[in-house]
């Protein structure tokens, strides 16, 4: 779960620091850096974790990743940070993630060295989240002693470090994949697109949890009546109907594109096995408007509360969203203000490194605060009712 993210020289931040609640909104129009704050966490991802080149993996070429100016010297440098919780067992460890690159003299992007260290300022916590961490601390030890006695290679022990990066996923589902059979020999999480949904279908159904994901799914879609996945002996791979009342079952491959991503996004959410950061750009594309409030307040009720102890004896869950819906806005700020964070750029000038560009600024929700860092509820109300969704 991330708690934190510090980017400066990335795209279009210099100097940006955000604090992340395990749901969290980003609002803004197009270009106000949504998308490149999801990019920065990619980056940390890819640097540390090794399934992808980081300079390459997402949008833009290599030098495209360093913040462009207006006037003055350019940037040649990079550095993102993101602190974490790690759930070892039944305790939680902090830990900070970081990595970056540079302009060579050649002109050539290369990465610096990945980062991964004990988080041991962490603040702005639960206090017993705070109090877990020398008892983390001993079991992430205990269990880097019982490798290295069996002499386990690195990958093992990689995913015994880094493993808290495998759970941040780009939740980017595409409805052809969704209606595709998939291998059951796949027990991994619902992949990015959602090609093997059909297979973690299967899982749940296993587990008995599906019947909790159609509870949420019949409150998005009355019609819907029941999950039936299906799995082909022959070819070991997994399909699946949907019960619909009035028709009976309708296979995934006549579903439409809005009822396969609301299933997607509630597998994810309901999967017992394993604990997620969901990173989802733009959360109404393919739902109707009538439907997005309910999925919100389905997320709310999923993601991980860490003011309630008990949230170490369940997988982690965290849900971060891009949108520039007033729907999400109106939800969010009755159901949970908190959630909500307003992001827009602004010319920034910087004498000391000779240097005119525009930033992308964070603004959340508060009552008050320094000018210019916080959107009020007035403004929230305001924005609102113009735009015809009064709170």
């Known amino acids: 779960m991330i708690t934190r993210i510090e980017i400066d020289g990335f795209k279009s931040f210099l100097d940006f620091q955000l604090d992340i609640p395990p749901f969290l909104a980003l609002v803004g129009p197009n270009s106000s850096g949504k998308s490149n704050l999801l990019d920065a966490l990619g980056y940390v991802r890819s640097a540390g974790w090794g399934d992808e080149k980081p300079l390459t993996s997402r949008r833009g070429r290599p030098h495209e990743l360093f913040h462009r ?19 070892l067992g039944d305790t939680l460890l902090p830990q900070v993630f970081g990595s970056g690159a ?10 610096t060295s990945f980062r991964f260290e004990h ?10 989240v705070i109090e ?5 601390l001993e079991v992430l030890a205990q269990a880097v002693q019982k490798l290295v006695e069996e002499q386990a290679g690195g990958p093992r022990l990689g995913r015994l470090l880094y493993g808290e990066l495998s759970n941040w996923r780009l939740h980017q589902p595409d409805p052809d994949s969704l ?14 697109g959602g090609g093997n949904l059909a297979t973690v279908l299967g899982r749940l159904a ?30 070991q791979e997994w399909t699946f109907d949907v019960l619909v009342d009035g028709q009976g079952s309708v296979p995934s491959t006549l579903l439409s594109d809005g009822t396969l991503r609301a299933i997607a996004l509630l597998a994810a959410l309901h999967d017992p096995d394993h604990s997620d950061v969901l990173l989802i750009e733009e959360i109404e594309n393919g739902l109707h408007p009538s439907r997005l409030a309910e999925l919100l307040r389905r997320i709310q009720e999923r993601v991980t509360d860490l003011d309630d102890p008990e949230c170490v004896n369940r997988p982690l869950r965290q849900v971060i969203l891009t949108t520039h819906s007033p729907v999400v806005v109106s939800e969010l700020y009755r159901l949970r203000p908190d959630a909500l964070v307003f992001l827009d750029t602004a010319v920034r000038v910087d004498p000391e490194n000779d240097r005119i560009s525009r930033v992308t600024v964070a603004k959340p929700v508060r009552s008050e605060g320094e000018p210019g860092t916080f959107v009020s509820p007035r403004q929230v109300r305001k924005y609102l009712s113009a735009v015809g969704e009064v709170p």
Not at 119 to 128: I, M, Y
Not at 132 to 136: E, I, L
């Open 119 to 128: 988080d041991a300022t962490v603040t702005g916590l639960p206090k017993w």
């Open 179 to 192: 209606r595709s059979r998939s291998s059951a020999a796949y027990n991994g999480p619902l992949e990015p």
């Open 69 to 87: 100016v207006g006037e003055g010297r350019a940037t040649t440098r990079f550095e993102i940070t993101a602190h974490a919780l790690r759930q």
């Open 102 to 111: 540079e302009l060579g003299e050649d002109g050539v992007p290369r990465e």
């Open 206 to 235: 296993a587990h008995g949890a599906i019947e909790e994901l159609l509870v949420d799914l019949v409150a998005l879609i009355p019609d819907i009546a029941g999950i039936q996945p299906l799995l082909d002996d022959r070819y």
């Open 132 to 136: 877990q961490q020398q008892k983390g």
